[in-house]
């Protein structure tokens, strides 16, 4: 049976640590940046798209993702 030393161990662990680490950066920067002073801008920017995409499907006289 083979021994591991620390160092085996240490190797092991590192690469799901540093992924954890990113992941939750990542998560966290997700949630600090959700609303803010941007967000009307955003709402509105997403509001308009969705208004072009009923308009397009209508006019093509097919119903809209939302019409049905």
Same mark, same amino acid.
């Given at each position: /049976?083979? =021994?591991?030393?620390? /160092? ?9 640590? @540093? /992924?954890? @680490? ?5 998560? @966290? =920067? ?9 967000? *009307?801008?955003?709402? *509105?920017? @997403?509001? *308009?798209?969705? %208004?072009?995409?009923?308009?397009? %499907? ?6 809209? %993702?939302?019409?049905?």
């Amino acid at each position: /049976m083979a =021994t591991l030393d620390a /160092m085996d161990y240490v190797s092991a662990i590192v690469p799901p640590l @540093v /992924m954890a @680490v990113f992941f939750i950066g990542l998560v @966290v =920067t997700i949630i600090k940046h959700q609303g803010g002073a941007n967000k *009307a801008k955003e709402d *509105a920017a @997403v509001d *308009a798209a969705f %208004a072009a995409q009923a308009e397009a %499907a209508r006019r093509a006289g097919r119903p809209a %993702a939302g019409d049905q």
